[in-house]
């Protein structure tokens, strides 16, 4: 073990004082017009660094839609996923949209981005990926960003206390020139430089005072002005802010726009003077970044006044002085029942004018939500429990269907539409049927249980279920339904039975599941199932070609199988009427891979490969005897072919020893209750 000193200098030489003087960047206003002139960035917009910020890290296609591109950033790649946001892909573009409609000054960036939502529907977390993503972006070469500060006789040096883009500096007399001058010889597609907006009061009182001793030369002025680096910080409150509703008592606007500092009005004799003055409310800490407005619709009147200039004329009015410019990005979120207000509310007209909606609903695709519980569940996180396959795409099954609004489409059951959402084919159902269901629903993801609720409930069979080295379906489900009960935001009766029925049709689907699931580890007997197969395609190509087939026995030539084949067929619901088309399909898939060079293997085919198995463990089950589990007595030879089936589920399947056995006497009983359909 080292002592104290000997681990300080071991971290001591890893320091790099050269990067932290780079990132700790001092000069002159004239060496800063140098740095404008090689990288013209430095000056953007706060739309335009976010913007730029965002489409930095890349963009990838969804896969089966030509429409739909996933932007990296809200993947959260920098911390691993940490705050990634799963699905929600069209709202997250639309985002984006506005972003680069307001990078352009297409006029967005003079509206308000209102997140509006569901409770737990990723609103706060879109909001804090931005914050950190600024905090991120500003740390490297592409997102620098600049101001300045007055040299005071003594040498010390005021910092303008919002933060200000340093060429604000120039007068609006001299700004077009100026401007054309920096854009000169530029042949890269960044945003023009541009020099809108005036410094803070307390940088233009600190202007003009020099301006005088200069007599008018502003140029002079600037020698006194040093320029410096910046990095956004939410915790060192520059460039973000955050606002949330509190007790109206207790809350006035000058926590947006700043407040007078009493204890200096003394000494500079009176309260309009900038410099007895504390520019630290929100809206001027957070320019130059974004603005993050919690409850937005809560907020009391008075402040919405603020917001309303802020957004539309980019201006807020600190008491005492004339209006302030700002550059920021302004988000606010809100759930329903407030949107619901603010639409009903006519004195609300002029904020429901300069805001921008964008609907934030809960995620509608299966396994989107599954990546959600994944994320807080996985086997890194849960400690010393395993959680048994299926348990968390349970929950998450169970939570989409409460949010989906039943289909119009006659016979079409909720299940199934969401199979639909989630990419799996149904007879007599196209993509184009899929987008019209989607358009159909109007409402859908606006409504229904948060992931936040199940979240909670597996964390609450986490801790409940002491005696299980698993945690399995079943369990998840009874903290689910029993929850219900208590369930602040169901607001009747009758929706709380609709739930509990949901769940109750995600068992019966689980069922499903976990039957064909021991089905597959029964009959994963590989040589048995390539001989089946065998069979099968011989007596296919035969049938097909009109051919006979050589008995292995006999050696005689026989007619083809029927008899096999269909007990294969019909265990996928190949009618009758369907097998010849069925059987020239899969004829053809086989010519396909010839004519590529490659070896036909039925695994390449999901639908055949499930055939087999639920053939092969149809002719096997009765050897096996499964339904002994659930009896007293075992003999030794089946107990060998049930712990190979167990193997079978923990090597192939991620099941422990406990959560394999649980499932197999589950399966058993089904058996022994004779709930087996025919085809099972």
């Known amino acids: 073990m080292t002592n104290g000193q000997a681990l300080l200098s071991r971290f001591s030489d890893r320091q790099d004082s050269t990067q932290f003087l780079q990132e700790n960047w001092q000069g002159s206003f004239a060496e800063y017009l140098d740095l404008v ?8 917009t706060a739309y335009q660094r976010m913007y730029d910020m965002i489409i930095q890290e890349g963009t990838y296609s969804v896969e089966g839609s030509k429409d739909l591109i996933r932007y990296k950033f809200f993947d959260d790649p920098h911390l691993d996923g940490e705050d990634a946001i799963f699905g929600l892909t069209k709202p997250l573009m639309e985002l984006v949209n506005v972003f680069r409609s307001a990078a352009l000054k297409y006029g967005t960036e003079r509206r308000v981005l209102l997140l509006h939502g569901p409770v737990g529907s990723s609103k706060s977390t879109i909001a804090r990926l931005l914050k950190k993503g600024l905090e991120r972006y500003a740390r490297t070469d592409a997102g620098a960003l600049y101001t300045f500060g007055w040299k005071e006789e003594d040498g010390s040096i005021t910092w303008d206390p919002m933060n200000c883009e340093p060429l604000l500096l120039v007068p609006d007399s001299s700004r077009e020139e100026f401007a054309k001058e920096l854009n000169e010889g530029r042949n890269d597609e960044g945003y023009p430089i541009e020099i809108e907006g005036d410094v803070c009061p307390l940088s233009r009182f600190y202007f003009q005072e020099r301006l ?3 007599d008018g ?14 990095f956004l910080s939410e915790k060192d409150r520059i460039g973000i802010g955050t606002f949330q509703p509190k007790d109206e008592k207790n809350q006035d606007s000058t926590e947006l726009t700043g407040d007078i500092n009493y204890r ?31 409850e937005v619709l809560k907020l009391d009147v008075a402040f919405l006044y603020d917001l309303l200039g802020a957004s539309q004329e980019h201006k807020i009015k600190p008491k005492k002085f004339a209006q302030t410019d700002i550059d920021t990005v302004i988000i606010g979120h809100t759930n329903e029942p407030e949107y619901r207000k603010l639409q009903s ?32 569940y996985n086997q890194a996180r849960v400690r010393g429990k395993h959680i048994a396959p299926h348990t968390l795409e349970v929950a998450a099954m169970w939570a989409l269907l409460t949010r989906l609004e039943q289909p119009k489409h006659h016979g079409l059951t909720v299940l199934q539409k969401m199979k639909l959402y989630n990419g799996k084919t149904l007879p007599g159902f196209t993509a184009e049927n899929v987008k019209q269901l989607r358009k159909e629903a109007k409402r859908e993801g606006l409504e229904g249980i948060s992931p936040r609720y199940v979240q909670d409930k597996i964390s609450n069979a986490l801790v409940v279920n002491t005696l299980s080295t698993s945690l399995n379906p079943f369990m998840v489900m009874n903290e689910l339904e029993s929850g219900l009960r208590h369930h602040s935001l169901i607001g009747n009766e009758e929706l709380r039975e609709h739930y509990r029925q949901l769940i109750s049709a995600v068992k019966d689907e689980y069922t499903d599941i ?3 699931e021991v089905q597959r580890a029964i009959a994963a007997d590989e040589d048995a199932l390539m001989r089946l197969c065998g069979n099968y395609i011989d007596n296919v190509k035969a049938y097909t070609q009109h051919e006979k087939v050589k008995n292995k026995f006999t050696g005689e030539d026989e007619e083809p199988d029927e008899r096999l084949m269909r007990s ?11 097998k ?35 053939k092969l463990f149809e002719d096997q089950k009765d050897t096996i005897k499964l339904t002994s589990l659930v009896s007293q007595v075992v003999d030794k030879e089946t107990q060998e072919k049930i712990d190979i089936v167990k193997s079978r589920l923990i090597r192939n399947y991620g099941y422990n020893d406990e959560s394999a056995t649980d499932v197999l006497q589950y399966v058993a009983s089904i058996f022994a209750r004779g709930d087996v359909k025919e085809d099972a």
């Open 37 to 44: 002139r090689k990288h013209p960035a430095i000056t953007r």
């Open 212 to 214: 005088r001793e200069h």
């Open 217 to 230: 030369d502003w140029t002079k002025v600037l020698e006194s002005v040093v320029v410096r680096r910046i």
């Open 264 to 294: 200096k009005i003394a000494e500079y004799g009176t309260e309009s003077d900038p410099r007895a003055f504390n520019f630290d409310g929100e809206f001027n800490v957070s320019n130059r970044g974004m603005i993050e407005f919690v």
């Open 345 to 376: 509310n006519e004195f609300m007209e002029a904020l429901r004018d300069r805001t921008i909606k964008i609907d934030i609903p809960y995620v509608t695709t299966l396994s989107e939500e599954i990546k959600i519980y994944n994320k807080s």
């Open 514 to 516: 976990v039957k064909n």
């Open 568 to 578: 294969i067929e019909e265990k996928i619901d190949i009618p009758e009427s369907r």
């Open 580 to 614: 010849d088309d069925f059987r020239r399909e899969i004829m053809n898939y086989i010519g396909a891979l010839a004519i590529d060079g490659k070896q036909f293997n039925y695994k390449t085919n999901e639908r055949l490969q499930k055939a087999l198995e639920m």
